[in-house]
């Protein structure tokens, strides 16, 4: 399972999860899945998720148990 710091990350670029979701081209209900690890996203979902933060995916997503 990946665990991630979506919710941390939306919070310093004052982000809603209907705002990141325009921008990564994904539902809001899809954030919203990911921030309570029901989903795990695809290598282009992370990869266009930390390119909106302007981060490496392994900053936000990580596997689980694995900091």
Do not use: C
């Not at 310093?12 to 899945?33: G, H, N, S, Y």
């Not at 266009?48 to 997503?61: G, H």
């Amino acid at each position: 399972m990946v665990d991630n710091n979506l919710k941390v990350w939306r919070a310093k670029f004052d982000l809603t999860q209907e705002e990141l979701a325009k921008k990564v081209d994904v539902t809001r209900q899809t954030i919203i899945a990911l921030e309570k690890g029901k989903y795990n996203p695809s290598v282009e979902l992370a990869l266009k998720i930390a390119f909106t933060f302007k981060t490496n995916v392994v900053d936000i997503f990580h596997l689980e148990g694995e900091e």
